[in-house]
């Protein structure tokens, strides 16, 4: 089946999780690759079979050439750690599955993959690259070009809601996930690629290290009965991939950066993940 029908056939079957980003409304209908709201506003699926919901052109510090070197790194099993962790956390019963500032698809495509596949799933992402790249895998995932800040979806329609390495929108996430669901946030830990760091900044710089105290206060915050769960491990970097681990997140183009590091870049073997993940029931 052609991308654009598998995705057609999505929206016609799972037309009550998706509300208009225009008036909120829910969506009433869907006409042939149209989702259409009670006031007229429409949505195209793209060729691709995903929905661009933004009504604004969005500025994105992700450019292509990041998501496709994490696509790498990720394909290559960098997250696969972490993806087996949130995997533990989500029911064997069919679920409903937010990847919120999904990326690539990576880690949604992998977290499916361990699954017995009757779940029903939806990533998102402000980069219309990244869902791009997402749709490149052939999995049950529904892909959209979205605001976490302005959700296109209804009310408490999600038993699981991952963020992983996103920013957040908890009063977005308070309202589209089911009683009895749950929020399940990964944080960098000041060790996460700390190889890559020192390299590019040297030992004492401010960006050499990392603190995540911040966002786990926001979080403990919202969520006082949420529980912290700390994951870390050595990933042994595939030779001819160095490069996509510079390339792969901001730390490529940060202040102070150490120029021609790129030999001791080539002798990186291993990089340190290190992460806290946040989960709290709803
Ligand atoms: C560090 S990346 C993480 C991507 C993916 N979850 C992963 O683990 O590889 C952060 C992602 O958040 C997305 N993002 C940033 N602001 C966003 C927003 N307002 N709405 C949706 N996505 C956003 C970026 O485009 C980027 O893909
Ligand atoms: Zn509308």
């Not at 009550?16 to 006409?31: G, I, M």
């Not at 929905?51 to 790194?73: G, H, I, P, T, W």
């Not at 799933?121 to 790249?133: V, W």
Request: with cysteine; hydrophobic share 35%.
């Amino acid at each position: 089946m052609k991308k654009i029908e598998l995705g057609a056939a999505f929206i016609k079957q799972n037309q009550h999780l998706f509300r208009c980003p225009v008036c909120d409304q829910p969506f009433s209908e869907v006409v042939h690759y149209q989702l259409i709201c009670p006031n007229r506003h429409s949505f195209d699926l793209s060729k691709k079979g995903t929905l661009y919901f933004l009504n604004r052109s969005a500025n994105n510090e992700y450019d292509k050439q990041m998501l496709v070197s994490r696509q790498r790194l990720l394909s290559a099993g960098l997250f696969d750690g972490i993806i087996k962790k949130v995997g533990a956390q989500l029911k064997p019963e069919p679920e409903t599955i937010l990847d919120v500032g999904c990326g690539e698809g990576t880690p949604l495509a992998r977290l499916l993959q361990a699954r017995p596949g009757n779940d029903t799933a939806i990533g998102f992402d402000i980069s219309k690259d990244g869902i791009n790249l997402a749709t490149q895998y052939n999995h049950q995932a529904f892909f959209c070009v979205a605001d976490l800040a302005h959700l296109p979806f209804n009310d408490h329609v999600f038993s699981t809601v991952i963020d992983l390495f996103s920013p957040s929108s908890y009063s977005e996430f308070n309202r589209v996930i089911k009683r009895g669901g749950q929020l399940i946030k990964t944080i960098p830990n000041s060790g996460y690629l700390q190889e890559l760091r020192q390299l590019l900044y040297g030992e004492h710089q401010a960006n050499s290290f990392y603190s995540n105290q911040k966002v786990l206060a926001l979080f403990r915050n919202h969520y006082p009965n949420s529980k912290v769960e700390s994951l870390r491990y050595q990933f042994q970097i595939p030779t001819g991939y160095q490069h996509d681990l510079l390339m792969m997140t901001p730390l490529h183009w940060g202040r102070g950066r150490r120029q021609n590091v790129s030999t001791q870049l080539d002798e990186l073997t291993e990089i340190t993940v290190d992460v806290s993940i946040l989960i709290t029931h709803f």
